[in-house]
T-cell receptor, first 118, second 114 residues
Framework: AQKVTQAQTEISVVEKEDVTLDCVYE???????LFWYKQPPSGELVFLIR??????QNEISGRYSWNFQKSTSSFNFTITASQVVDSAVYFC???????????????FGAGTQVVVTP | NAGVTQTPKFQVLKTGQSMTLQCAQD?????MSWYRQDPGMGLRLIHY???????DQGEVPNGYNVSRSTTEDFPLRLLSAAPSQTSVYFC?????????????FGPGTRLTVL
């Protein structure tokens, strides 16, 4: 079963609009980490943020912000005042405590394609 | 630091051919892994290694072999390529593979099997 669900396949916005990417995860562990990665058209995967399950504070980094809610098992990502350079595929990933054997394994969502037009 | 490097960037194979995708990192990371990326499926773990001499299978290991003779290198071998192995392959590394370690990815290899 998919442990990380990114239900939005593609989101298209016009520059300066805000865009929110949804990430819903599933785990039985109380200790886990969540990640967001960006994949621009050039293809590489760029790390954006890491959040552990005990830290529910929202985080803001420039135009990026993240809303972590354990009650709804969600870790949503908002880009404020989007720019063309934000056009990319964004992946959410989960790393669970489970056993020590599973620590390094990431479960990725299917990704959300963001298209920002001028 | 070059980070995680992968070669080649693109490759076309015929069914049944073999090849090795190269991956190297210069960050002295213990943990390395290989993922494949397919449309609509995100990234799926093929094999991983927690240190030199130690490898294990991930979610989709069939058709792939790995070895880890040094800390720096983690090659992925396709013994007999099949069209189902057409994908983009990413190598990643992290400091120790401990819970919460961030994985850093290479630029990817786009493989087409005809």
């Amino acid at each position: 079963a998919q442990k990380v669900t990114q239900a939005q396949t593609e989101i298209s916005v016009v520059e300066k609009e805000d865009v929110t990417l949804d990430c819903v995860y599933e785990t039985r562990d109380t200790t886990y980490y969540l990640f967001w990665y960006k994949q621009p058209p050039s293809g590489e995967l760029v790390f954006l943020i890491r959040r552990n399950s005990f830290d529910e504070q929202n985080e803001i980094s420039g135009r990026y912000s993240w809303n972590f809610q354990k009650s709804t098992s969600s870790f949503n990502f908002t880009i404020t005042a989007s720019q063309v350079v934000d056009s990319a595929v964004y992946f959410c990933a989960l790393s669970e405590a489970g056993t020590t054997d599973s620590w390094g394994k990431f479960q990725f969502g299917a990704g959300t394609q963001v298209v920002v037009t001028p | 630091n070059a980070g995680v490097t992968q070669t080649p960037k693109f490759q076309v194979l015929k069914t049944g051919q073999s090849m090795t995708l190269q991956c190297a990192q210069d960050m002295n990371h213990e943990y390395m892994s290989w993922y494949r990326q397919d449309p609509g499926m995100g990234l799926r773990l093929i094999h991983y290694s927690v240190g030199a001499g130690i490898t294990d299978q991930g979610e989709v290991p069939n058709g792939y072999n790995v070895s880890r003779s040094t800390t720096e290198d983690f090659p992925l071998r396709l013994l007999s390529a099949a069209p189902s192995q057409t994908s983009v392959y990413f190598c990643a590394s992290s400091y120790s593979g401990s819970l919460g370690d961030t994985q850093y990815f290479g630029p990817g290899t786009r493989l087409t099997v005809l």
